[in-house]
């Protein structure tokens, strides 16, 4: 028997609400994929590539992992996180 997780976001963009969500063979695996799905979103947003998003401190990250497909993308924190800057 294959269970199957899923956990559903939402990100509160200034022009409306976007919901998304991961799906897994796992609660766990669906909440990593959820987690990985919000990063895509805020790396490849038109708010980010303005410069008009930051979280904290500005420059250092959003906070959220990233499939590796896009790690290219991270800047600060998360570029350090996922080992790509010492």
């Known amino acids: 028997m294959i ?3 899923s956990c559903l976001y939402r990100i509160d963009w200034p022009d409306g ?7 897994g063979l796992d609660a766990t695996q669906a909440l990593l994929l959820a ?3 919000i990063g895509t979103d805020i790396y490849t947003s038109d708010y980010r590539r303005s410069g008009r998003l930051r979280w904290l401190v500005p420059g250092d990250g959003y906070g959220f992992p990233v499939p590796a497909t896009i790690s290219h993308l991270l800047i600060g924190g998360d570029a350090a996180n996922a080992g790509l800057r010492s």
Do not use: R, W
Request: hydrophobic content about 30%; cysteine-free.
């Open 17 to 23: 609400p976007y919901t998304g969500s991961g799906y």
């Open 35 to 37: 987690l990985q799905a």
């Open 3 to 5: 269970a199957i997780g």
